[in-house]
């Protein structure tokens, strides 16, 4: 049970970490209120790395499903243990987006926009145009998946201490260059279990939970990571 329990600890701890930087920028009265998308890049940056060194060595850290089902695609993982990982990723994202709630507590009510609410949990697109907002996620999931593949995160114990630190510097270029359309979910499992808490949490002024755009953020990261991860197989055959 001890990869299932890291990848639900792990992802917890992304999607707290990641999400309470956003929160921080958007809600009222946060003392990093409106720092901007340089904090929320630095954050999730950040948000990536403290996990994959907190339980790489124990389930792998792919605290992302779009991670472990290209992972079994190449032969690096077992198809029997994808489930498995789904599951503990999704509670675990549900746990730390639940956690983001109760920290900024007092915010929620002071925060007059929905909008910003929701998009402390979800992805919300800047220009809602759903095919490029699809294809801004297969790309970003894309660079994703081949860089840390191609990092050797992989393995499920690192052997270089620097590996994770990469991964963080990855996502923090994923968000810099290609964050801007969509806020760069590249992960199902950090857009829709933040959304479900979204909605079912009861978040002061809260408005809907935009359940026709959250297919884009859970099909555009699988499609990506399917693509990243063939990539890979070409260029590095076993």
Do not use: C
Not at 198 to 223: R, T
């Amino acid at each position: 049970m001890k990869p299932y329990v890291a990848e639900l600890v792990g992802t917890a701890l992304l999607v707290l970490l990641g999400d309470g930087a956003v929160a921080g920028v958007l809600l009222a009265k946060s003392k990093a209120q409106d720092s901007g998308w340089m904090v929320i890049t630095t954050g999730w940056a950040l948000a990536v790395a403290i996990p994959v060194y907190a339980v790489g060595r124990v389930s792998g850290a792919h605290i992302n499903p779009a991670i472990t089902v290209a992972l079994a695609l190449t032969g690096k993982f077992p198809w029997s243990q994808v489930p498995g990982y789904i599951a503990a990723q999704m509670l675990g994202a549900f746990i730390g987006a639940a956690l983001v709630w109760l920290a900024y507590l007092a915010h929620w009510p002071a925060t007059q926009d929905s909008s910003r609410k929701l998009m402390v949990f979800s992805t919300v697109p800047a220009v809602r145009r759903l095919p490029m907002n699809l294809l801004t996620e297969i790309i970003g999931t894309f660079v994703l998946v081949f860089g840390v593949m191609a990092l050797g995160s992989y393995q499920p114990a690192n052997t270089s201490g620097l590996t994770p630190l990469l991964v963080g510097f990855l996502v923090w270029a994923i968000g810099l260059s290609l964050g801007g359309p969509t806020g760069y979910a590249i992960n199902p499992a950090r857009d829709l279990a933040p959304r479900i808490a979204h909605a079912l949490l009861p978040i002061a002024g809260k408005g809907k939970s935009d359940w026709g755009y959250a297919w884009v953020p859970i099909v555009g990261p699988f499609v990506g990571g399917v693509a990243g991860a063939l990539t890979y197989m070409t260029l590095y055959p076993k």
